[in-house]
């Protein structure tokens, strides 16, 4: 189930990043306001000394000397910016947000490395340097300033609005809020103890020689699935091989290192939430495997909260279908309206 693929050196990809890297990291960090044009843009920051980069989507008419309501957005887990950023921020710049994506510390057009290694501890403090970056723009509303998650992507958003005041309020779309319950409870109990060791004889490897492999973050599933998999493992073929997959995102790969599991244990909020006062909107689709995870979040959760249950939809539903999305987006303009 874990076939490993070719070795990747880190020698080379410390070469192959000197091209990305610039001298002057306040350069990195200069935005020419002349050039900013509704729609996307590229933009880049720093974040734990690594140039970041990130997608910034303009309304329709965008003036530089206007202020707008911001969106900071923390993407699925293993996602490029081009994925479910790119559709939800087209979706919020039409309403009138300017809206931000970027891909974290070893993702995408972003440095560092091992690439493709999803883990809270990049994403928090990615996710704090992209606010502290989007601030400094003049058209940002620094009073109108909004976080926004999906699957793995609210975990990291509540973890880093509980305890930054920066952040008005909080949406999330089918919050994947317990990655331990996701990781031990899809696995039966021989195939998670191969996971974990392959995860240890790589970061063995990986210590001794500086190289590690890739292995299939869908476990190896065969192509298309056959129909006695789960919707969910249907559904995820759909999305990330049909829908939006290498092909549309060049920089989206469906392997990860071996060094880590398909999902970090500690990306957890369920502990936490009994502590969350940041107004909060919980979106959840009827029919996702996340929903009573989604559910338990907002019943703990200690401040203003709404809830919206999207009938019908599956997980995967929300983060393109229109038929679920669009009146999930109507609802997280409003709500973000109230503060």
Known sequence: MFVSTAGFSQNKLNNNLKSNKMSNHQNVLAVDYGQLKEGKNRLYFMSQGYKLAGDLYLPKDFNSNKKYPTV????????VKEQTGATYGNKLAAKGYAFFVFDPKNFGDSEGEVRNYESIHNMVPNTTDAISFLRTLTFVDRDKFYGLGACAGAPYICNVAIGDARIKAVATLVGNFDAAASLFGAYPKEILDKMLQTAAEAKQKYYETGE????????GMPLPPPDTASKAMKDAYGYYFLRAGQDKCPNYTTNYPTIGLPVDPSRVFMNQAKFFTTPFLVIAGSEAFTHDMDREVYEMAAGEKEWMDIEGASHMDLYDNDKYLDPAMDKVDDFFKKY
């Open 212 to 219: 590690y492999e890739m292995a299939p973050i869908f476990g």
């Open 72 to 79: 900071i957005y923390t993407r699925v887990g293993t996602q």
